[in-house]
């Protein structure tokens, strides 16, 4: 396993499948219209299965499929068996918004994937259509039943909490993850590329969640015992190895209900980050704040050799010393990341270009 130069693994590898989506979420893609990536620039399935297959060889052992939305690219079950011929993957997950996950979600399991996490932030389809200027809010509701159908079983549903918007939701949103047999994990709401409209203001912290949670249910403890023992629903190996740097804070309830917060706002991670993130034109970014990423399409594409390409990476992972959210919490007079006109200007920039 290769290691960075604050002594943290290559481990976790996120493949961004498509810079497009079909919904305008207020804090990721608020504009109607983008630049988008040039279509011969795209990654084709097997150039994604051989880079993965460099990284995996260097430690990457948990991959996720990410965007934009990933399922707008077509056939992602064919690219999921792909990957699922690389047995160094012991985790292979997908995040989504659910959209039109209600008729992908059995041909994913059957190709393999291992583990879904699906974007809910609210229940309400009022507020949906208000921040993602979409009325199916039923298709994501549709798509999480179905992805229990089809047997993902470890199901997560992630909730990008912000003031103003769904902070009152936080505890209803518990109870439908446990109707739903998901577990929620609430996002303190960053400043990446993307969030125009970010202010501190809208930032409810881990602290706050806690509080309006505890005072709804009593009281919430850490979860300290390790998540291979968390009342059966992770079970193996592989569960252990794929919570080890996991950024999320996880907490239950008096029932036993357990649910995450992922601090990156006010409690960055970085220290522990193992993640790097490859765009849908293979450019490889080593941290979601980075300015810059290198393009691994360019020597693929010029026949670079597996050995070459190793080297590549792994002399650019050994010289990682990317800490861009504790970079940011230290700033004084914290806004907005980038405005449009510079996002426009490089839309990897974006995090539905690099990712999230
Ligand atoms: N389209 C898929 C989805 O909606 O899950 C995958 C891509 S999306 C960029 C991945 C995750 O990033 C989602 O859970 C989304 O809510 C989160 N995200 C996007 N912008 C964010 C922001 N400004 N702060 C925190 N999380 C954000």
Not at 17 to 32: A, K, V, W
Not at 81 to 95: F, S, V
Not at 125 to 138: I, L, N, Q, V
Not at 231 to 256: H, I, M, N
């Amino acid at each position: 396993m290769v290691h960075d130069a604050l002594a943290r693994p290559l481990a976790s590898l996120r493949l961004s499948l498509t810079d497009r989506c079909n919904l305008r979420c207020r804090y990721c893609m608020p504009e109607e219209e983008y630049v988008w990536l040039p279509r011969a620039s795209i990654l084709t399935f097997e150039e994604i299965a051989r880079l993965a297959g460099v990284f995996t060889g260097l430690g990457a052992a948990k991959v996720r499929l990410t965007g934009g939305e990933p399922l707008l690219r077509h056939d992602v079950p064919t690219l999921v068996a792909l990957l699922r011929q690389n047995e160094r993957i012991a985790d292979l997950a997908l995040t989504t918004n659910g959209m039109v996950l209600a008729a992908q979600a059995a041909p994913l399991r059957r190709a393999g994937l291992h583990r879904l996490t699906v974007s809910l932030d609210t229940l309400r389809p009022d507020r949906f259509e208000a921040y993602t200027k979409s009325k199916r809010h039923g298709d994501v509701l549709e798509g999480i039943a179905e992805a229990r159908r089809a047997g993902f079983e470890r199901l997560k549903l992630n909730t990008v909490v912000v003031k103003g918007y769904n902070e009152d939701e936080l505890a209803d949103l518990i109870e439908f993850g446990r109707g739903a047999g998901a577990e929620v994990r609430f996002i303190e709401y960053m400043d990446v590329g993307g969030a125009t409209q970010w202010s501190p203001d809208q930032v409810v912290s881990r602290r706050g969640m806690l509080e309006a949670l505890e005072r709804r249910y009593g009281r919430i403890e850490p979860v300290t015992v390790p998540a291979a023992n968390d009342g059966g629903a992770l079970r193996g190996a592989r569960d252990v190895a794929s919570k080890a740097t996991a950024p999320a804070e996880r907490f239950v309830l008096a029932d036993g209900t357990t649910f995450g917060i992922i601090a990156s706002t006010t409690a960055p991670f970085c220290r522990t980050c193992d993640r790097s993130r490859l765009t849908a034109d293979g450019t490889w970014y080593l941290c979601l704040y980075a300015e810059r990423g290198i393009s691994l399409r360019d020597p693929l594409r010029a026949g670079a050799s597996d050995d070459e390409l190793r080297e590549l990476i792994s002399d650019t992972w050994r010289g990682r010393r990317d800490r861009g959210a504790e970079e940011r919490l230290a700033l004084v007079g914290r806004h907005a990341l980038y405005p449009v006109e510079s996002l426009r200007a490089d839309p990897h920039r974006e995090m539905h270009t690099r990712g999230g």
